[in-house]
């Protein structure tokens, strides 16, 4: 019998101090939040760190855990934090076509891939932490 095979991932949910949410467009998905895959020997929130900065440019302090977004089908765990800005400017990545800091509402509105609305509207509101959503 085959192990199972798992994905683990870590997003950040960055805000400045304007209350602007950090986006990064990506040639595959459109505007979301940065994040990617954990790598061995990293923790998510060191992830969620790491990912933010080689995406965007930017420099994040994880604020707090937010969440679990589970895709039973792939087998993909997707963490979710909320991070604040803390350095560096936008920048371009292979990764990221486009990185900017938006009004909420506006940035809610340019998240247009599948459920990272959700993950973030759900990130946003402290409420519902933490919280564990699978599909």
């Not at 939040?33 to 994040?60: F, H, N």
């Not at 707090?64 to 089908?73: A, D, P």
């Amino acid at each position: 019998m085959t192990p199972p095979k798992h994905i683990v991932s870590a997003a950040a949910i960055v805000l400045n101090d304007k209350n602007e949410l950090l986006l990064i467009k990506g040639p595959r998905r459109g505007w979301e939040m940065p994040g990617g895959q954990v790598e061995e020997g990293e923790s998510i929130q060191e992830a969620a760190v790491r990912e933010t900065k080689e995406e965007s440019g930017i420099e994040i302090e994880i604020v707090k855990f937010c969440g679990i977004f589970q895709n039973v089908e792939r087998s993909i765990c997707n963490t979710l934090f909320l991070g604040k800005d803390i350095g560096g400017q936008p920048t371009t990545s292979p990764e990221s076509l486009e990185v900017g800091f938006f009004p909420i509402e506006k940035a809610l509105e340019m998240v247009t891939w599948k459920n990272f609305k959700q993950r973030i509207e759900y990130c946003l509101d402290r409420t519902t932490h933490p919280f564990f959503i699978d599909f």
